[in-house]
């Protein structure tokens, strides 16, 4: 059995939709949205739907053997875990935003509000600018709109959520997009069904390429 660590939520169903398509389908999943375990044994296939911030956990320490993971996760936690595919899904990017109208005032410690403090300290770190770190973990936006915060550095798809809570980007850091990773002793181990995922996935995200060019 082949232990799939799903993130919930938006990118979850994008990346099951992918395994899916090359074989890997398990109904259920479709069926019962409370259930956190779904296995198909005709495929050996056994998927967890977790957190996403929790994906590289389960695979890390092999309760899952593969998983799909933003690249946000895995540089802001650095997990022990093979990263063999770029999936081309759940593009992003992680920014600096701020109020419309912010004037940055280099003289001062900048306060940034993240859920990302080693992605900010380190992009800060880089550019030599002293920072106050202030740790969130979900709604930031909030942070520079009641005054806790000057900047955040947090996750950027639409920009619809800046816009609303009349905020902008002020740099981007770094392009996200989701990856698939393995288990370090299951890529040895069941060495021959990764490598067999990672070929059909690679298809088809040939597939889509080729499609996106007609
Ligand atoms: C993320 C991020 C932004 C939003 C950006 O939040 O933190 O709030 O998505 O997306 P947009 O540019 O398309 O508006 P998420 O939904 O993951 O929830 P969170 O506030 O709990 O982090």
Redesign the pocket.
Known sequence: MLNIALPKGRLGDKVYEMFSQIGYDCRAIYEDNRKLVFENAENGVRYLLVKPSDVAIYVEHGAADIGVVGKDILLESSPDVYELLNLGIGK?RVAVAAKNGYVEQPDRVLRVAT?YMNIAKNYYAGINREIEIIKL?????LAPILGLSDVIV?????????K?NDLKVITDIVPISARFIANKSSFKFKNDRIEEMLQKLNALLQQREEAKKV
């Open positions: 992003c859920k973990n979900g709604s930031i936006e947090d996750i950027v798809e639409t920009g619809s959520t800046l609303e």
